[in-house]
């Protein structure tokens, strides 16, 4: 779903793309979008905020936005995912649901 949601936003960009061109894994990469998504909606930081909770460096998370096309696309897909399965909350627990092998 991230990568469809991704490619709306940012053009060719997938989860493995991404994670290739800033240098981190697939999964990690994941936990960042996510963790961005999450984050932008947040009062504070977006990247501080995000690395926060990722573990990853600061210069990592921006290196994903950057990718990602900045500020904007960021939030046109935190939009994007607010209107899956009711909300960014739903979506990522649905997400995380999904790949835990939960229904």
């Known amino acids: 779903m991230l990568d469809g949601l991704l ?10 793309n991404l994670a290739e061109k800033v240098g981190i894994s697939p999964e990690q990469a994941e936990a960042a979008v996510q963790a961005l998504a999450q984050a932008h909606t947040a009062p504070g930081d977006t990247a501080q905020t995000a690395a926060d909770s990722t573990g990853l460096p600061v210069a990592k998370i921006i290196a994903i936005i950057e990718q990602i096309g900045g500020e904007g696309a960021l939030g046109r897909f935190a939009q994007l995912l607010e209107g899956q399965q009711g909300g960014i909350g739903g979506a990522l627990g649905g997400m995380a649901s999904g790949l835990f092998g939960k229904s």
């Open 7 to 16: 490619g709306q936003v940012a053009g060719n960009i997938d989860l493995k």
